[in-house]
């Protein structure tokens, strides 16, 4: 009964609410609605909006239902009833309310039938991976009640926006901060790229340790290594010891060295899963746990790395391959930085993540995208791509070279001089140029090919 009546109050609500029905119509369909004249009406306004294109009233329906051949008379008077009793329908004055109702309307229904789906692919003895997809559909309705940016009348917004020079969240390298007009930007993904065994899971820690430094809230989700092992990276950073050290060094010295700084710390939680379990829809579920357990919201969120998630939506087999999988995985993670609710009244949130470059990458500073080892696929979805260089002549002078080879921050791709501390997991400003750098290098048997260029380059959106 109580779903009959809000089926009644959509129905009702398309006719004589014009804001609701143009946010609304198009997540609605003949199956959200039970009752056989409440589906007929809605199979009508939808039969009657793709004929004319534009939104019936009333009497165009009543019209419509009595010259239809589908209906018998009975079915036809009832029909005509339930239009009849909508004339002296009261109208939902809260518009962003009834959106509100409506959207948890259609995901129970939506949900319920995806149980019974779920029920009989189970039955039958089928693959576990379509009850995931049907789930997600079910839960994945999101009426946009915003009316978006009115570009006439935000002039003094977007000058505003203009002139923030730092809108990002630091990088803790101020060389890349400029690049980045400030760091990394909500909604977006981030990649840093390295051979194995060049920096990837130093590159994350660095840039985690630094913004936890600055008060911030860090998920860091570790499918490689150990949640403690990670955290002694994080001490080793933080604390300013090297990793070799902390062992060597009693319990009450590393304890009151991290009491001293705690007060000043944001949160950082290390979460950790064996590699190729974990996928977004578990991500999403853990973010929402941290915020209903604990009160907390993520300023950004680490996962080293994303090559060693799986996807919700398909498999790698199912895929075809590396390309479609691997894509299919960067696609998840960036539709969800956009959504994600984030600390500080936001949403969207920067996730960070890595990914790996071929052998032939080691000692080698004739890298481009196109090295990568997983999948371009990956290139293509996300927003900055970071790669880290670097020869044996860089690592006795504890430098590297971050190679920026995608950009949708400003758009600037050229290479920076990095100095890298392994010992403490830490990428830091370096006092050598590029030029520098390639004079030091230039007796090694390495091919150089340094992208100093301030422009757009090889910039792709």
Same mark, same amino acid.
């Given at each position: ?54 939104r ?22 009832e ?27 259609i ?41 978006g ?9 977007r ?61 860091y ?9 990670i ?22 010295e ?48 680490? =996962?080293?790395?994303? %090559?060693?998630? $799986?996807s919700? /939506?398909? @498999?790698? *087999?199912? +895929? ?32 960070i ?29 996300c ?32 290479? =920076?001089?990095?100095? %890298?501390?392994? $010992?403490?997991? /830490?990428? @830091?400003? *370096?006092? +050598?140029?590029i ?9 090694e048997?390495?091919?150089l ?13």
């Amino acid at each position: 009964m109580i779903i009959n009546k809000m089926e009644e109050t959509i129905l009702q609500s398309l006719f004589f609410d014009n804001e609701f029905y143009s946010k609304s119509f198009g997540a609605l369909n003949t199956e959200h609605f039970s009752d056989f004249s409440d589906a007929a009406i809605f199979s009508n306004i939808k039969s009657f909006v793709v004929e004319n294109d534009s939104r019936p009233s009333l009497r165009e329906i009543a019209l419509q239902v009595k010259n239809s051949v589908k209906y018998n008379d009975k079915q036809k008077r009832e029909i005509l009833e339930k239009l009849n009793s909508f004339a002296k329908f009261e109208k939902v004055e809260n518009t962003q309310f009834l959106l509100k109702e409506t959207e948890k309307f259609i995901k129970k229904v939506q949900l319920t039938q995806a149980v019974y789906d779920a029920a009989d692919i189970l039955n039958k003895g089928e693959e576990f991976e379509p009850i995931i997809a049907k789930v997600t559909e079910a839960l994945n309705v999101n009426f946009d009640t915003t009316g978006g940016l009115d570009y006439n009348s935000s002039i003094d917004e977007r000058v505003e926006y203009y002139h923030q020079s730092l809108k990002g969240l630091s990088t803790g390298v101020k060389a890349a901060d400029n690049m980045l007009n400030g760091g990394f930007m909500d909604k977006t993904l981030n990649v840093f790229l390295s051979a194995s065994g060049g920096g990837k899971s130093a590159a994350l820690v660095s840039v985690a340790a630094h913004m936890i430094l600055k008060g911030r809230n860090i998920l860091y989700i570790t499918l490689e290594m150990s949640e403690k092992e990670i955290a002694k990276r994080f001490d080793a950073n933080i604390l300013d010891y090297e990793t070799k050290a902390l062992k060597s060094s009693s319990a009450e010295e590393v304890a009151t060295a991290f009491n001293n700084i705690k007060h000043q710390l944001g949160q950082l939680y290390i979460k950790e899963y064996s590699a190729g379990t974990f996928n977004v829809l578990q991500l999403k579920a853990l973010v929402e746990d941290y915020k209903n357990t604990k009160g907390v919201l993520f300023d950004a969120i680490c =996962i080293d790395y994303l %090559t060693l998630m $799986s996807s919700y /939506r398909t @498999s790698l *087999a199912k +895929s075809g391959g590396t390309y479609g999988f691997y894509k299919s995985i960067s696609e998840e993670l960036h539709g969800f930085s956009k959504v994600c609710e984030a600390n500080g009244n936001r949403t969207g949130i920067p996730i960070i993540s890595a990914s790996q470059l071929r052998r032939e990458a080691f000692n080698n500073l004739e890298v481009g995208m196109d090295s990568i080892s997983d999948s371009i696929g990956i290139i293509q979805t996300c927003d900055l791509v970071i790669g880290i260089l670097s020869t044996e002549t860089l690592r006795e002078r504890k430098e590297s070279i971050w190679r920026f080879m995608k950009n949708r921050n400003s758009g600037i791709l050229k290479d =920076i001089v990095v100095k %890298t501390d392994f $010992s403490k997991m /830490r990428f @830091s400003d *370096a006092e +050598s140029s590029i030029d520098d750098v390639e004079n030091v290098i230039r007796d090694e048997d390495i091919s150089l090919s340094f992208s100093s260029n301030s422009s757009f380059g090889e910039f792709k959106f």
